[in-house]
Structures are given as C-alpha cells and as structure tokens.
C-alpha cells in the first residue's frame, strides 16, 4: 500500500472550507503527444492518478481542452467516484482546432459550453475551482477581462462552479476579476530563473490567495541550467526536485501542480516536498534570477 506523504504541508482558502496539500499534480501530460488524443497507455495514466491520491494529493489541476476531453475522461474512469477531500481544478479559455492549436475561446458561449463539458466529462454537478485562463501561452496580455470574468461569476451563482481562479494574468487584470468575485487562485508562469511575480506572490500571501505556477522549469539558460544542476548534486536530488523544493520555501501560499505520465516520475516529484534546502543553496539559486535580469539589462 502506497504510504501517504506530507507533500509540503497544507494550504487553506480563507473563508473556505477547502484545504490542499501544497503539492498537487498537473493531469496535462496524461493525453496523447501535444496534448491531444488519448495517451499511448491508458491503464498507465490512470495507475498515475491513482499512485497521486494514494500517495496523499488532494489537488489535480486539469482542463476539458487537454485532449480535448480526454484527461477529465481519463481522470473519471481513474478516481470517480472521487474520495472525500479531493479538489479538481480546471481552467477555461482556450480551445483546440484541428491542427492541435491553442486558440482563444473567451466568448459568452464558449465559456458555458466548456463549463458544461468539463461538468460532463469529470462527472459532477458542480466543479470545484474554475480557472479562467487569458493571455498568451508564457505571459499575460494586457486587456479587460470583465465580461468572461462576468459569465463565470453568473454560472458559480448557478451552482455550477464553487470557486473562481484566473491563470496568465496582469495585476490589473486581477483586480478588474476581483471586483466582480471572489479570487482563490492565480496560475502564472514562474520559477527560480523567471521570477517576474515576486511582487505579486507577497500580495497574494497577504490577501490569502494562493499562488500556482506552471512551468516550473521552463526558460532556462545554460549557465542557468549549470547553477541549478550543482545545488542538486550538492544535495542528492534531481535538479526538478530542487526547482520544486525551492517554489515550496519560496512562500507558504504557493502550491505546486507538476505533472508527469510516469508513476516513477510522479513519486520524484512528490518526494521534492520533503527535500529542505538551506540558506545557502537558496541563495545560490536566488542569484540565477539576479543574473537574468543582469542579462536582460545588458543585452
């Protein structure tokens, strides 16, 4: 039987009676090549989602477009009906056409359409955090987000949806959502090299919001890459592991969603929650960020 880890400890939503272990698991990479189609191994993806909630994740971050349709499939066949305390998130915003683009999809319309989809195909009345996503595939894009924000807001009075998130998105942007609902959760692309949010990470600790980042190893420069490889060696752990222990330490409102179509990888990944790193390698790995912005200025 798969012992049950930490993960990292736990992160609650204010004025919620939701709580998740701060390593979660990204459900992306269970569809086919680019995200599309089914997987090459079905019962492999579905032994992945079941290793995860063996192992005490209580936080899947998914999207009705992964596929499309096939990763909520997959994650129904695996875990419904799901156990008590499991929270599934998943994100709306963006479709694929026939040549596995990433398009767009903030109409009216599409929004209830992927709402009822993701409802579907997850098998429940009503879905437990729904992220809208805007922007581009790495960085937000300027721009109101009022009126998707608003559709969503219409549907979670509905019922349909509990709880709100944004993902891709501007300070501004937030506050427009923030405006209109409640926000329990921002996804944005972040790591120890590509550090863009801190300001916004120390903003979301105060008011309670929890912080998700995705990509957590992307972007990197050799040099970079170097840095990074040693503080693993120097501890005895991969380097992703070290990415993730860093976010872990980085601040208390940040939750992890890796995601793996390996139940080997998956339990390298989850073992990064008990990884501490000290001082001195946090350091280290702070100056990759300073060195990156030193390059930018440069060049």
Not at 57 to 75: A, L
Not at 87 to 103: E, M, P, Q, Y
Not at 120 to 136: F, P
Not at 234 to 239: I, K, L, Y
């Amino acid at each position: 039987m798969t012992k049950q880890m930490e993960l990292g400890g736990n992160f609650t939503f204010p004025r919620t009676s939701m709580s998740v272990k701060r390593m979660g698991y990204g459900a992306m990479q269970l569809a086919g090549p680019q995200v599309w189609g089914p997987p090459r191994d079905v019962d492999v993806a579905i032994a992945v989602l079941r290793e995860a909630v063996a192992s005490g994740v209580n936080h899947i971050d998914t999207s009705d477009y992964y596929g499309p349709h096939v990763t909520n499939q997959i994650i129904k066949r695996a875990l419904h009906p799901y156990p008590k305390g499991l929270v599934i998130v998943t994100k709306v915003g963006a479709r694929r056409d026939k040549n596995k683009s990433w398009l767009p999809a903030l109409s009216r319309q599409e929004l209830i359409d992927a709402v009822h989809d993701n409802l579907r195909n997850l098998g429940v009345e009503s879905l437990d955090v729904v992220n809208l996503r805007v922007g581009g595939m790495m960085e937000p894009t300027a721009g109101a987000i009022e009126e998707p924000v608003t559709v969503l807001a219409e549907l979670k009075r509905q019922g349909l949806i509990r709880h709100l998130g944004l993902s891709n998105v501007t300070r501004e942007q937030l506050a427009e959502a923030q405006a209109i609902t409640e926000i329990l959760c921002v996804q944005n692309f972040y790591n120890v090299a590509n550090r863009n949010d801190d300001d916004f990470i120390a903003d979301f600790a105060d008011q309670g919001i929890a912080y998700v980042p995705f990509f957590p190893l992307g972007g990197f420069t050799p040099l970079q890459s170097l840095v990074l490889d040693a503080a693993a060696a120097s501890v005895g752990a991969t380097p992703m592991q070290v990415a993730l222990a860093w976010l872990l330490q980085r601040s208390p409102n940040i939750v992890l969603i890796p995601g793996t179509s390996s139940v080997e990888h998956l339990r390298e990944n989850l073992a990064a929650a008990e990884l501490k790193l000290s001082r001195a390698i946090v350091e280290q790995l702070d100056a990759i960020a300073e060195s990156n912005s030193t390059e930018v200025t440069t060049n």
